[in-house]
């Protein structure tokens, strides 16, 4: 049946494929070929998609990959993030996909950036929003025009920063951006001051501390406070820089911001230096040293030791100084930071010299040289590495590079096979009406072999029902015997009360078996009735084997969900009779139903004896006997699965795998079951 559907519509995609493929061969497909095989596969792609001629959305789903790579080793591994940009690049162009050619010219600047080489990265930053433009992505552009700005800005081009921070500005402005309207003020601002115009970034910061108290932004308003109070103090307005370092220091003091309410204790800290208020200042570090103990900032705590010793030595209190010092050098040695150990070196020659022990200070000195030498060759190791990777980088900056002039002779390559299309396709319209009358014909052949396959498929489903009730008729027999030697067992005993109410419960409980078993699913509700019944009846009947508990979670609808029937209560059954009948403690069974996202769990646990112990102490007959039932539950699953196309399945495991005592079996119904018309 599948080759009678298979054949007419391979033969119908080959006519209707095979015009186009014909007027590929000479231009486009092929240049779209070399240029994929150029790019070295990784070998975790290769996992990720099979071959790289693989589809429009595969081709997609490689470049975020790839894309995702280099983003993720651009600060450990800039090189492999340079090749993983560059498969990326080489993708998008061969398949024309602009917005991949944004973003990873978007990368290729952020891995520039993170280099330090913030020319190339403005550079690739303007070739992602040319991409961007002639793609529409106007939504994606923008925050490569601030990645711009910074890019700019960083790497001293002011004047063109502070075009850039601008447009960012009006755009942020008209499209409802304000927090990026008040970074791009704040940015036009500091602009100004590096380039001398104070007056321009005092009015800047004046507007943008205006702003942030009109949002409601402490964290602003702190920023732009220290920003106005950086700009008085560099032309040495003194008092007019401590009223808005104390504005910060008050706000984040209410804030409770300890790290900011440092910041700002630093830069009041600076104005008492310059004004010689040394008491002040040491007043302001000491608040600074108590935070930063409560926060366990040690590297914080390091710098404000070398800056109050410093206080100390600039009034020449060499005795107030090198406690301060000591401290400071311990923390340098732990955290690792050579720099501030020389500090801590140098500070302590200097107040070794001002107490007259000339010996100590001698070998402190050594010590600060020593130290100051270790880090000059430290230093000039990572310039040698920064050499080596801008040499490389170059290199692999060319291959991305011809990557682009491939792409201009693509685009001249693609305008002359445009043009060579439109000649195949006058000849193409008159292959067209052959091929359609052909297309017409093949689709006759695919709607007779198609009713036929579902002909077909009516008759399976039609065995396989017939097979499901023959074995749903197999399953009533033997909980009928099983239940009957239950009632046999009380009239053996002469306990005829005990054996007539069990047997009316006996047969309430075999209307609703014989009530659903007519039927291929039954709601929940109508299962859980029959299994209460059941477990009343064997609990009635070996009330000194076992307890039990019954539960059904709250959010379960029982009226609306649909479950075979009879498929719960054989194992409920073999619980009983193979697992806690043997024990010879009393021992416990639990039945909980449940749901999940997409199924109901029927969890059906026992502390019995455990499967290998039951199957040690049956007979032959009984273990053919379990076989045959648990055979045919197996038989039930398979055909309802296949009919239904679902996956209702059933685990059983061992309770307790180190004693292979117990036993759990979980059910696991989809909610999408549902029964078969006649």
């Known amino acids: 049946m599948k080759s009678l559907i298979l054949y007419p519509l391979l033969l119908l995609c080959l006519l209707l494929a095979c015009p186009p493929l014909r007027a590929q061969k000479g231009g486009e497909g092929k240049k779209e070929r070399t240029e994929s095989e150029e790019v070295e596969a990784k070998p975790l792609l290769k996992k990720a998609i099979p071959?790289?001629?693989?589809?429009?959305?595969?081709?997609?789903?490689?470049?975020?990959?790839?894309?995702?790579?280099?983003?993720?080793?651009?600060?450990?591994?800039?090189n492999q993030a340079l090749d993983y940009v560059a498969e990326a690049l080489a993708l998008s162009i061969s398949g024309n996909n602009l917005r991949g050619e944004a973003v990873s010219y978007q990368?290729?600047?952020?891995?520039?950036?993170?280099?330090?080489?913030?020319?190339?990265?403005?550079?690739?930053?303007?070739?992602?929003?040319?991409?961007?433009?002639?793609?529409?992505?106007?939504?994606?552009?923008?925050?490569?025009?601030?990645?711009?700005?910074?890019?700019?800005?960083?790497?001293?081009?002011?004047?063109?920063?502070?075009?850039?921070?601008?447009?960012?500005?009006?755009?942020?402005?008209?499209?409802?951006?304000?927090?990026?309207?008040?970074?791009?003020?704040?940015?036009?601002?500091?602009?100004h001051a590096k380039q001398g115009k104070e007056d321009l970034a005092l009015k800047g910061y004046q507007e943008v501390l205006k702003l942030e108290e009109q949002r409601g932004n402490d964290k602003g308003v702190i920023d732009a406070n220290n920003n106005i109070g950086n700009l008085y103090l560099k032309q040495e307005k003194t008092q007019q820089a401590l009223d808005y370092y104390e504005k910060s220091q008050n706000l984040a003091g209410e804030l409770a911001d300890d790290h900011t309410l440092t910041e700002s204790n630093e830069m009041i800290g600076k104005v008492y230096r310059l004004e010689k208020r040394y008491d002040r200042e040491l007043a302001v570090r000491r608040q600074s040293i108590a935070l930063h103990l409560k926060s366990d900032n040690r590297a914080a705590l390091n710098d404000e030791y070398l800056e109050v010793a410093r206080l100390f030595l600039e009034q020449r209190n060499a005795g107030a100084a090198i406690p301060y010092l000591r401290k400071s050098l311990a923390l340098s040695e732990q955290l690792g930071r050579p720099d501030r150990q020389g500090e801590a070196?140098?500070?302590?020659?200097?107040?070794?010299?001002?107490?007259?022990?000339?010996?100590?200070?001698?070998?402190?000195?050594?010590?600060?040289?020593?130290v100051m030498d270790t880090l000059y060759r430290r230093k000039e190791k990572e310039l040698a590495g920064v050499l080596r990777f801008s040499e490389e980088l170059a290199g692999r900056q060319k291959k991305i590079e011809s990557l682009e002039k491939d792409r201009q002779l693509n685009a001249k390559t693609i305008e002359l096979l445009r043009k060579e299309q439109k000649l195949k396709e006058e000849r193409m319209k008159k292959q067209s009406i052959l091929i359609y009358g052909l297309g017409l014909g093949l689709a006759g052949v695919f709607a007779a072999s198609?009713?036929?396959y579902q002909s077909a498929r009516k008759r399976r489903i039609a065995n396989q029902l017939l097979a499901l009730k023959s074995l749903r008729s197999q399953m009533n027999p033997h909980f009928i015997f099983n239940a009957l030697n239950s009632v046999n067992s009380f009239i053996a005993g002469n306990d005829e009360r005990s054996a007539n109410k069990y047997l009316a419960e006996f047969s309430r409980l075999m209307r609703a078996v014989m009530e659903?078993?007519?039927?291929?699913?039954?709601?929940l509700a109508s299962e859980l009735k029959i299994l209460e019944l059941y477990l009343?009846?064997?609990?009635?009947?070996?009330?000194?084997?076992?307890?039990?508990?019954?539960?059904?979670?709250?959010?379960v609808d029982a009226e609306s969900v649909q479950v075979p029937p009879m498929l719960i209560q054989p194992y409920v059954e073999n619980a009983v009779w193979h697992g806690l009948r043997y024990k010879e403690e009393k021992g416990f069974l639990l039945v909980h139903v449940t749901q999940k996202a997409h199924?109901?769990?029927?969890?059906?646990?026992?502390?019995?004896?455990?499967?290998?112990?039951?199957?040690?102490?049956?007979?032959?007959?009984?273990?053919?006997?379990?076989?045959?039932?648990?055979?045919?539950?197996?038989?039930?699953?398979?055909?309802?699965?296949?009919?239904?196309?679902?996956?209702?399945?059933?685990?059983?495991e061992d309770l307790h795998p180190v004693t292979r005592s117990g036993t759990r079996v979980c059910i696991h119904i989809p909610f999408a079951l549902q029964a078969i018309p006649a």
């Open 516 to 523: 659903n078993s007519q039927h291929d699913f039954v709601p």
């Open 51 to 78: 071959g790289k001629r693989a589809g429009k959305a595969d081709s997609q789903l490689r470049i975020d990959l790839l894309l995702r790579m280099a983003d993720g080793a651009r600060s450990t591994a800039p």
């Open 536 to 555: 009343g009846l064997e609990h009635f009947r070996f009330r000194e084997k076992f307890e039990y508990s019954f539960t059904v979670d709250p959010d």
């Open 345 to 370: 070196y140098r500070g302590l020659a200097e107040a070794y010299g001002l107490t007259g022990d000339p010996q100590a200070a001698l070998a402190h000195y050594k010590s600060y040289v020593a």
């Open 107 to 191: 990368t290729l600047g952020d891995i520039n950036y993170g280099q330090a080489l913030y020319g190339k990265a403005a550079e690739n930053y303007r070739k992602a929003l040319e991409v961007f433009g002639r793609a529409g992505h106007h939504d994606l552009a923008y925050p490569v025009k601030i990645r711009l700005a910074d890019a700019l800005e960083a790497g001293g081009n002011y004047p063109a920063a502070l075009a850039q921070w601008e447009a960012v500005q009006q755009e942020a402005a008209a499209t409802g951006r304000p927090e990026d309207v008040v970074r791009a003020k704040a940015a036009t601002a500091r602009l």
């Open 599 to 652: 199924e109901l769990v029927v969890t059906v646990e026992d502390d019995g004896i455990g499967r290998e112990k039951s199957q040690a102490l049956k007979t032959a007959n009984q273990r053919e006997t379990v076989s045959t039932g648990l055979r045919n539950i197996e038989s039930r699953l398979r055909i309802i699965n296949d009919i239904h196309r679902t996956r209702l399945s059933v685990s059983i």
């Open 450 to 452: 198609y009713l036929l």
